[in-house]
């Protein structure tokens, strides 16, 4: 472990999505710094001109800033950095740690063919070649790996994995074009950021060698390793479009809350002891990068769930309420003024049963119907009878008398005038119900009426006594 304050990185493409992947990755960065006292950067890593878009950016900072892991300093842009990276290339020219390579792609691919007859790696026959041979046309620049001995990557999370230097190629730094290599840009920009801790996935574990070994050449500081274990499917198998969401938006978008992935993706590779449920500031005082386990981890949709359902129980009502109008939106449901009070008012009789947000905007639409409701059939089939049409209209009396229209209140005037009535609550209850919701889902009587209120209540009453016989 390194003696610098501690300075780690989230360095995505923006080539299409943010993947669950790179959010559980920026999660751990974000944690560990904020574990050390230290800083969380972020690098765009834009250097593939074609995917890369504007439009693919700001899906970056949309999705960090979702999950709450914005970067302590403005974001570091690669692809600007161009000239930098081909001055550190310069410097390993000079220093004789890196060559010309003149081979024509032709040669190249002859190379490789006789490497892989061979069981070699590929070796330029440049790498020693005396500069007075150097011909006059474009060529790349390969780093000068030693030849035997290992290189050790010291992994944070694996412990140590060797790599025989034997089977690792001279790695081209600088294309023939000009362009630096992923490799080299990496190295040069964790260096200047002042990196300490490069944790990203272990699908990048082989590219640590080869860095390392840049590293070496530069005479620079090696950073600390982590590569944490990829996220499969509940099935074991890599994640994929077959297993469902895989980006950030997409569980954004499927009513997940940002403090129920944040929690979720912290366990996905890591845990403290049998806690399955901690805040942001428990996170941080725990998340310790070595406690990593190094197998992949199962994304678990009925665990997601569940702790999706805990957040949204202890959530404020008012910001759930602006969550659900927006969806409810999406629906081309027109909301009027004063409905997201409603909602608000609505969302703690409802939300004990939602696993989504998009389960609560379900919940809510019973309290958001205009009057007067459009009955069930077995509801107004039900109300043409005497009885029941009777029994509705003194328990609409008696709730009027209710003193306190509140969940005790009206608790106690249903089951005083059931008392009263000689009757079960299940004679009047689920017609009462009914007229109350419409037919959409509710919740309890007393929770229903005391989120629609009490002029509301009476009048979808009386709406439904108003029906013909």
């Known amino acids: 472990m390194t003696d610098r304050p501690v300075r780690t990185r989230i360095a995505p493409s923006p080539t299409g999505m943010m993947h669950i992947g790179t959010a559980r990755t920026a999660l751990f960065n974000y944690l560990y710094a904020r574990h ?190 982590a590569h944490l274990p990829l996220i499969h499917g509940p099935d074991g198998a890599k994640l994929s479009k077959r297993h469902g969401a895989q980006a950030v938006n997409e569980f954004d978008d499927m009513g997940y809350l940002p403090e129920t992935m944040r929690n979720y993706l912290a366990k996905l590779g890591w845990g403290h002891g049998d806690d399955e449920i901690f805040s942001d500031e428990q996170a941080i005082a725990w998340f310790d990068i070595i406690d990593v386990v190094s197998a992949p981890a199962r994304l678990d949709w009925a665990k997601l769930n569940h702790l999706n359902n805990h957040y949204i129980r202890q959530a404020d009502p008012v910001r759930l309420a602006g969550l659900v109008a927006k969806i409810l939106k999406s629906r081309d449901v027109k909301l009027k003024q004063g409905d997201d009070a409603l909602i608000a008012r609505t969302i703690p009789f409802v939300r004990d049963g939602a696993k989504t947000t998009l389960e609560l905007a379900d919940a809510v639409v019973f309290a958001l119907k205009v009057r007067p409701l459009e009955l069930p059939e077995k509801t107004r089939d039900q109300l043409a009878e005497d009885e029941l049409r009777g029994r509705i209209s003194r328990l609409r009396d008696a709730l009027a008398n209710v003193a306190g229209w509140n969940v005790p209140g009206l608790e106690q005037g249903l089951r005083s005038f059931a008392e009263s009535e000689g009757v079960g609550m299940g004679k009047f209850g689920p017609q009462l119900r009914s007229i109350l919701a419409g037919g959409s889902p509710a919740p309890d009587l007393a929770g229903t009426m005391t989120a629609l209120g009490r002029d509301e209540s009476l009048g979808r009453i009386d709406d439904a006594l108003s029906l013909p016989a």
């Not at 081909?86 to 691919?109: F, H, I, N, P």
């Not at 994995?161 to 089977?167: H, L």
């Not at 080869?210 to 500081?221: D, H, V």
């Open 36 to 225: 050390r006292g230290g800083t969380f950067l972020l690098r765009v890593e834009d250097t593939d001109r074609e995917r890369s878009t504007q439009a693919a950016v700001d899906v970056i900072f949309e999705g960090l800033k979702w999950l709450g892991l914005e970067a302590d300093e403005p974001p570091v842009f690669q692809f600007a950095r161009a000239d930098r990276h081909r001055e550190a290339v310069q410097e390993l020219l000079d220093k004789g740690q890196a060559y010309r390579d003149y081979m024509t792609s032709e040669e190249l691919e002859a190379e490789r063919e006789a490497a892989r007859a061979e069981g070699r790696v590929v070796r330029s026959p440049w790498r020693d070649a005396d500069p007075a041979t150097w011909p006059d046309r474009p060529y790349a620049v390969r780093i000068k790996s030693p030849l035997d001995g290992e290189t050790i990557v010291r992994d944070a999370v694996k412990g140590d994995v060797t790599f025989q230097n034997a089977s690792l190629d001279d790695l081209i730094l600088l294309r023939s074009d000009g362009n630096p290599t992923y490799n080299l840009a990496v190295v040069v920009d964790d260096h200047d950021m002042g990196i300490t801790h490069v944790i990203r996935g272990d699908d990048h574990l082989n590219n640590a060698a080869r860095q390392t070994i840049i590293y070496g050449a530069l005479s620079w500081e090696v950073p600390v390793w």
